[in-house]
Structure formats: C-alpha cells, structure tokens
C-alpha cells in the first residue's frame, strides 16, 4: 500500500467519539489488525504460484496438484454468505473471530501437510476461515465509523487487497528460495494470532438492532452450497482429473439445478440465507452487476496475461508478477482516491461510469499492444495501469452502496453478496474466457501446421523453435478477442452505473446515526 496514504488515513484526527461507536485509539487498533487480516486472506489467494513446482515435488500424489488451490477457492466462497448472514444474527466480532480462528488452525494444519491429500483438506479448512475475511473486514468498518468516515477505510481495505496481492507470488518465491513452502503456511500464525487477540479486544461486541429473533435459513445455505460447489468444480473441470461420471455437461446441469432450488426456496423461507428483496432495490442491483463485472475484469488480466508473459515471451513466474504492478499500483491509489471523493458527496454512479471507461481503455490498449507490439512486455504492463485504476475505483464504490442502500439487519448478507459474485464471476469468467482462448490458440496452430511449422520442411533441430515461435503468436491473436470479449462484461457493468446513486446523502438507514 502507498505508505504516505497509510500514514496520512492514520494521522488525519477521527472526530471526538460518536455515540455507538468505539474511542479513537480503539478504532485505529482495530482497523490495522482488519488491514493484517484483509491482507492474509489475499497472500493466501497467490502466494503459492511461485511455490507449487517445488511443492510438486516434496509431495508425490495421485491426485491433481490443482486441487491445492481449487479446494481453497469451494471452501472460501461457499462460506461467505453464510458469514454474512451469521453476523447479521450473531455479531460481526464473533464472526470475525470464528473466521480468523479457523484461518489459523487451517494454516497450521496446511504448514504440517505431508502429504498432498493431508493439504488439500487443510486447505479447504483454511479457505473455510479465508472466505469470511474479506466481507467481514469491510462489514467491520460499518461496526467501527460513522457513515461519512467509511469510504475512506473502505478504499484503504481495497488498496491493501490489491497490494498484496500483488506480492503474494514475490513473498512465495523469496519463502521457498530461503526457507521451504511451509512457511508460505507458517508466515500466517503469528500474524493471524495477534490479529485475533487484538481484534477480540477492541472490537464492537453488539448485534445490529433489528436482527433479534432471526434464524438461519440451512435447506437454502445447502442448497447454495451445492450451486457453488457444482459450478466452481465445472470452471475447473479440466485441471482436477474428476471422474468421468462427473463431465462438464452434468455439473453444469446440475448446478443450473441447484441454484434454480436456492432461488425457489429464497423466496418461499420466512429467514432467507439471502433475501431477495435486496435485488429490488435498482441501486443494490446495479452495485451486485458491477462487482460480478470487476470480478471477471480483474482476473481475466491476473490470469491470462502472465499466461502470455511466461509461455509465449518465456519471462519467470516472478518476472510476470513485477509486470503487474501497474495492475495494482492503479488499484492500489485509485482505492484511495475514491474513498476520498466519496466522502466528498462526489456521486457514486458518475465515479463508478468513469471507471468502467477506464476498463475498457485498459483491455484496449491490451488487444492494441498484443496486435502491434506483442513482443514488447512493458507495453503490455503499462496497459494494465487503466484498468487497475477502474477496479480501484469501483472496489469501494461497491461496498459503500451496497451497505447505504441496505436496510440494517441486512448489513451482513448486504455486503457477502457482491464479495460472493466478485469471486464467483471472476471464477466463471476466467473459465470462460480460458476455454475461449484454448480453442483460438488450437485453431490457429492448426492452421499454421500446414505451412511447414510442424512438417518435414523444416530442419528437424528446428522444431522446437518453430513451435514455440507459432505458439507465441498463436496466443497473442488469441487474447486479443479474449480480452475484447472481457471488455463486454465491463459495458454491462458501465449500463447498470445509471441506477448508482447520484449522491451519498447521509440517511437513517445506520440506528447510530440518529443519535450523533
């Protein structure tokens, strides 16, 4: 995170203490353990790419290494609504609490894995805890600040994601080539302990008001569960070496199944797990398009670039990684710069317009560089610093509105749910767009084998050569319609920004602030 901004949010003076919310020095605790946490739970998410090879080799299994990360990502997004929801019921610190706790545990057991099965279940433990990180740091920020003060901890918990994020392969890389994978693992204990006792100390304890006498709808929790698992293990049908019984078509089918049952049964149950009304509301609508969008914008570029830097212009694993750090250099400061005009009653809906306009300048000048210059990766770096100054500026757009419009006892599941659709568009839409690009990058070197890049006319010592040649052309054609086809998710986001708030007024949806 840009330090001069860390400090400044840190030094600038918190009003005088506000009827219901904690004293200064309490808040300022609290919120750089919700910083720590927020920054574990995304470490977690890419610390291992620069890791898996050797782990590869320490830990010989019949089972598929993909499920490593795969079992992380079902367990982290299948909880986070039902976080969302028990802390609507039973309290944000208690559930930050369960959460961390978990993470920590699942850590341990991760850093202790012999084996790849042992690992694989630790991970779905720690992705278990992992998955109510995310919604419950910014659902904190609610517990801790006034209405006008949260955009600006909200944007400075989305320049801290982006941030680490960012490192996660350079701190994998450094722990492996100095130490062992484990402590990839390890490196969370301390940290995730003192967060603990911090964040159990200096943490609202309350229950939101209107939230007493409600339950837990399980058939729905099931039953979503069920959805996710089923069109997650589909976007990762290819890596993890299911049973043919289980094909693509009948996880499809299935989860279209499943998730058709959780609507019907949302609308029927008298304690919803996710209370369709919020959907009826244009503003929470537009918000929940525009983080599935984010979603699928942001992992298109983290995913499919460093594809293209590694296998078709030969770079290592860490030196993709430093290419994207205008990606989240542009998140990282543009996070903190519309928090700050959000608390200037700046309008949501004409932000959040601009930042889509910066996306889709961000996947054109990919598709231009990959088409003109595609052997040049500076210029395709520099072409990520629009987009990630669009996701910057619409990360906390996203949660300030989505918790204004909001009625309070549904803070919690208000808030889960566009962190649930970020995660699951960005899941589906990488699939997608990887299935797209496959089949381009085939087609194409299909076609080129005809022309001698495979054939007997040229020299046999020349094969390889030639092949990595037609490869490497192949994927720069390819991505360049795959990052178009990207850009179409960032224009629907764009259409949806018409039912944003204008302005971010102060209301009455927030019981504490009628007494300030």
Request: one cysteine or more; glycine letters at 8%; hydrophobic letters at 55%.
């Amino acid at each position: 995170m840009n330090a001069n901004a860390t400090h400044a949010a840190f030094a600038t003076p918190l009003p005088n203490r506000v009827a219901g919310f904690p004293p200064r020095r309490q808040q300022r605790i609290a919120f750089a353990m919700l910083l720590l946490t927020l920054a574990m739970a995304a470490l977690d998410q890419t610390i291992l790419s620069t890791a898996l090879p050797v782990m590869a080799r320490e830990l010989p299994s019949h089972w598929p290494l993909a499920w490593v990360f795969s079992s992380y990502l079902l367990a982290a997004t299948v909880v986070i609504m039902l976080y969302g929801r028990l802390a609507d019921l039973l309290g944000t610190r208690r559930m930050m609490l369960v959460a961390l706790g978990l993470f920590l545990f699942g850590s341990l057991a991760c850093g202790a894995s012999r084996d790849l099965q042992a690992l694989v279940l630790a991970r779905a433990l720690q992705g278990a805890g992992g998955g109510g990180l995310m919604t419950l740091a910014m659902l904190s920020v609610a517990s801790l600040f006034p209405q006008e003060e949260r955009p600006r901890f909200q944007s400075l918990l989305g320049a801290a994601y982006g941030v680490a994020t960012l490192f996660g392969p350079l701190v994998g890389g450094a722990l492996v080539e100095h130490l062992t994978w484990h402590w990839a693992f390890w490196l969370n204990v301390p940290l995730a302990t003192l967060a603990w006792g911090l964040l159990a100390a200096t943490m609202p304890a309350g229950r939101r008001p209107g939230t007493e006498g409600g339950r837990i709808d399980w058939p729905g929790a099931l039953l979503l569960a069920a959805a996710l698992t089923l069109l997650l293990l589909a976007t990762q049908h290819q890596r993890l070496g299911l049973p043919a019984f289980l094909g693509l078509g009948v996880l499809l089918a299935a989860g279209a199944k499943a998730t058709g049952l959780f609507l019907w049964r949302q609308r029927r149950a008298a304690h919803p797990l996710m209370p369709l009304s919020l959907f009826g509301r244009p503003a929470y609508a537009a918000v929940s398009v525009v983080s599935a969008a984010s979603g699928v914008a942001l992992y298109a570029a983290v995913a499919l670039l460093p594809q293209y830097l590694q296998t078709g212009l030969h770079l290592s694993p860490t030196a993709s990684a430093w290419h994207l750090l205008p990606l989240m250099g542009g998140v990282t400061c543009a996070a903190i710069g519309s928090g700050r005009l959000l608390r200037a009653r700046r309008s949501p809906a004409r932000l959040a317009r601009l930042a889509c306009l910066s996306m889709l300048m961000g996947f054109v000048l990919l598709a231009a560089g990959l088409h003109w210059l595609p052997g040049h990766p500076l210029v395709l770096s520099a072409s990520l610093l629009p987009l990630g100054v669009g996701l910057g500026v619409v990360f906390p757009i996203v949660t300030v509105v989505a918790q204004r419009v909001s009625p309070a006892p549904q803070l919690g599941i208000a808030t889960a749910v566009p962190v649930m659709l970020r995660s699951l568009g960005g899941a589906v839409g990488v699939a997608l767009l990887a299935a797209l690009l496959t089949s381009l990058v085939e087609a194409e070197l299909h076609a080129a084998a005809p022309a001698g890049v495979a054939r007997a006319a040229v020299p046999e010592h020349a094969l390889p050569a030639a092949f990595a040649h037609a490869l490497s052309a192949a994927l720069a054609h390819g991505l360049q319609p795959v990052f178009l086809t990207a850009a179409l998710a960032v224009l629907a986001a764009a259409m949806a920004t018409r039912w944003l708030p204008h302005s971010l007024a102060p209301t009455a949806l927030d019981p504490r602030a009628a007494s300030r």
